[in-house]
């Protein structure tokens, strides 16, 4: 295999072929985002904010699937590019082959049995009588969907680790496109509500799985993986899921803490503040996929160069993350800050009455974008060189501990204004511990 993301030495190392890798990812990170933002766009202009706020409620089943997903995606497709990396190919398609075999099944299995108690879930999710059906309607298709869910999330990553990062992002926009094209013929103008926002993302993903599935079974010279039923072992599965850790505990925190952020703002501001977190989930994921994009672009370059012990390489692809995140944090907020009036008119008419709380609520939470991209590239980077544990630990912190404390806690000092500052405080409170794992790496 010929992959030109493997450096021989630090002087091949140039931003300009990073970007080769970086600029796909995260434009395939922003297409996935968009599977869910136009939803939400058709939903609340065609449909009305009570039904997006159906389906944020359901949001959290969509992060239990996304994130069995991204734990065999984004461990799996790490071990196997420090396989790649040190030319083992037989150890590559293995570590491939078993992370795409369990995570489909074991989607399947958490599908099922969320199910078989779909109305008992979606009420302790916060469904109520207002939502409750279009809350059905939406869960059920994901959760049926399951398979091509969790393959085309594998796809993407692992077809980006062999190296093809342009193809991979190819995958996520001809979903996104499709996504577009039939929310606005299947809501906009056949007016059929949540049931069809459900139906446009689906085959939107279908359409990514089909393409990911060509890709492995079609041969061609440059490939360096294929599907092997060959020294499959549950050994090997738990090596990659718990790798990608973090990342299940990034969904999973994102479950629970939507859960309380829901149950927060309902409690403040009735559904109108259910529909403001919404919003502000949503725009949050444009410049969050910033961070996540550039970490993920970095991740496969870092992890073939310290599977074959080149530090130096290491060391100089690092060198320009620490120049980048010198400098976006602060473009970053700024956008947020002013173009957050733009952004929410998308969603919600300026007279209405979550247009304000959202505007509001969104500059405060965007301040946790100042200090969020170090701890996302600080997690990536551990389990880019296969220490997914250190990597599971900063998430936890800023996904989950902190994130709800401060939840509890900020609401009874700050009122409504208090669960948004929840995510700032939360990131700047981690940064103290990822800083120390930007530490030099060492074989």
């Not at 992370?99 to 109520?128: E, R």
């Not at 279908?206 to 079609?218: K, T």
């Amino acid at each position: 295999m010929e992959n030109t993301f493997i450096f021989a030495s630090e002087k091949e190392v140039r931003f300009t072929k990073l970007l080769k890798f970086i600029v796909p990812t995260y434009l395939t990170s922003l297409f996935n985002t968009v599977y869910t933002i136009i939803d939400g766009i058709f939903v609340s202009t065609y449909v009305g904010t009570n039904a997006l706020a159906s389906i944020n409620i359901v949001y959290p089943i969509v992060n239990v699937l996304t994130g069995i997903a991204l734990a065999f995606a984004t461990g799996g497709s790490a071990v196997t590019a420090l396989h790649i990396g040190g030319n083992r190919k037989k150890e590559a398609e293995c570590s491939f082959s078993v992370s795409s075999f369990a995570a489909i099944l074991l989607g399947c299995l958490v599908s099922l049995m969320i199910l078989m108690n779909l109305s008992a879930i979606l009420t302790m999710l916060g469904a109520t009588p207002v939502t409750i059906a279009g809350c059905k309607t939406y869960a059920r298709w994901w959760l049926w969907a399951a398979p091509v869910v969790i393959g085309k999330e594998l796809f993407t990553y692992f077809i980006r680790v062999d190296g093809a990062p342009t193809y991979s992002f190819t995958t996520a926009l001809s979903g996104g496109i499709l996504n577009i094209v039939l929310d606005y013929i299947l809501v906009g103008q056949m007016q059929m509500g949540i049931y069809g926002a459900a139906l446009a993302t689906i085959l939107g993903l279908i359409l990514s799985f089909i393409m990911g599935i060509y890709y492995f079974i079609h041969k061609h010279k440059h490939k360096f993986l294929s599907f092997t039923l060959h020294n499959l072992s549950l050994r090997e599965a738990m090596h990659c899921m718990i790798n990608g850790a973090s990342e299940f505990v990034n969904q999973l925190a994102i479950a629970v803490t939507t859960i309380v952020f829901n149950r927060t703002a309902l409690s403040f501001a009735g559904e109108d503040g259910i529909a403001a977190v919404s919003i502000i989930m949503y725009l949050q994921f444009l410049f969050i996929g910033v961070y996540f994009g550039f970490s993920m672009g970095m991740a496969p370059p870092l992890s073939y160069a310290y599977g074959d012990r080149k530090i130096r390489i290491c060391q100089k692809l690092e060198s320009y993350a620490h120049r980048f995140f010198a400098v976006a944090p602060i473009v970053i907020y700024a956008l947020t800050y002013f173009l957050t009036p733009v952004a929410v008119s998308c969603f919600a008419d300026t007279s209405s009455p979550v247009f304000p709380i959202a505007v509001s609520g969104m500059r405060v939470y965007g301040l946790g974008f100042l200090f969020s991209g170090i701890n996302i590239f600080a997690a990536i980077r551990m389990m880019a060189y296969g220490k997914g544990y250190f990597s599971g630990l900063i998430t936890f912190l800023r996904s989950f501990l902190l994130l709800l404390l401060f939840l509890i806690v900020l609401p009874l000092k700050f009122g409504l204004t208090g669960v948004w500052l929840a995510v700032p405080a939360a990131e700047a409170l981690t940064l103290l511990v990822a800083v120390w794992f930007l530490r030099p790496i060492h074989c």
